[in-house]
């Protein structure tokens, strides 16, 4: 059976993770300092767990209401308001998913039509294309660069910008770049929005990961944006609950009905004990992030100087924890760079172009890392730099 004439034809030619294929290949070998996948070395807080530990010992297994149990939704809405200054209703704006990624497939399968045009910032994370493209849209790329701090500009908004554009994914702070949008940078992108029918979808997921003193500014608290933008967030990142696989989106009601809708087809809930363990995280979480915070930002202070000491410009990230170095100088292109230091010195990062072509000569190195094991993989790449001269 030619089970290739079979499948769906989009599905088949999606290329399978670019972050993935290195990370599996290091779990495959000894002695591989992995600095490839992006996940908080930090155990999930023990107030948390005690939490979910003790909803089982309770028997409360069953299933939730699909948008999520009440005293979630009210939370992450007082969560929003206290942390970010937006208002949204608990009982109409906000819907609990199987972690940011359903989130984010929900909002673009309930917002794109085939034909539709969805613009993408690259550098991005993986998973936007493709999903976009599974619900039959064409993807527009706008590249960020490096002179700009790999932020998106207005200019280059509005050069793609078509009668077919549907929608805009605002990946900020950046997975893999670490750059930001300030108030400033949100207000043009607004300004070029306004007067048009185009969505946005604000992947927020590292909201709480900004650094210099600076907190993150959602756009839907720019005026005229929030009617317009569905906010995705989860507590991976922030509260260090990966596994958790826990998730939630907020928009408008109209939005957020039918994302409901197409999850109550497709998952029918998030899972009944991580939502328990997110009740407490929102409530009495507000110290671990901090804690987290605080170490991230010596971590990405130690490994900016230590790239940029081995002669590799390095943009200083504020935001989430990755350095997106450029190996240009070194002749190799990401793929090669990459495949080379995990056979020679057993250290795992990622090929920049991952995370789209523009990526080409950068690598991303996250720092979600123990020092120890970020001062052992800068050492090992110096010693790999040395030897390829």
Known sequence: MNYNSLINQTALDIPPSGIRRFFDIAAEMEDVISLSVGEPDFPTPWHVRDVAVESLQKGRTGYSPNKGFTALCREICGYYSRRFGLQYDYKKNVVVTVGGSEAIDLAIRTLVNPGDEVLVPQPSFVCYEPIARLAGAKVVRIVTRR????????????????DRTKL????????????VMRREHLESIAEVLRGTNILVLADEIYSELTYNGQPHVSIASVEGMKERTVIVN???????????????ALGPESIISVMTKVHQYAIMCAPTTSQYAAIEALQNGDDDIAKMRGE????RR????????????????EGAFYVFPSIISTGMTSEEFCEKLLKEKHVAVVPGNAFGDCGEGFIRVSYAYSTAHINEALRRIGQ???EQK
């Open 384 to 386: 790999f730099l040395k």
């Open 296 to 299: 991230y930002d010596m971590r």
């Open 147 to 162: 002179e700009d701090e790999f932020r998106l500009t207005a200019d280059a908004l509005r050069e793609c910008i078509t």
């Open 168 to 179: 805009l994914i605002l990946p900020f702070p950046n997975n893999p770049t670490g750059a």
């Open 302 to 317: 130690l490994i900016v100087r230590g790239f940029r000491e081995l002669g590799l410009d390095c943009f200083e990230p």
């Open 234 to 248: 989860g507590f991976s990142k922030s509260y260090a609950m990966t596994g958790w696989r826990l998730g939630y």
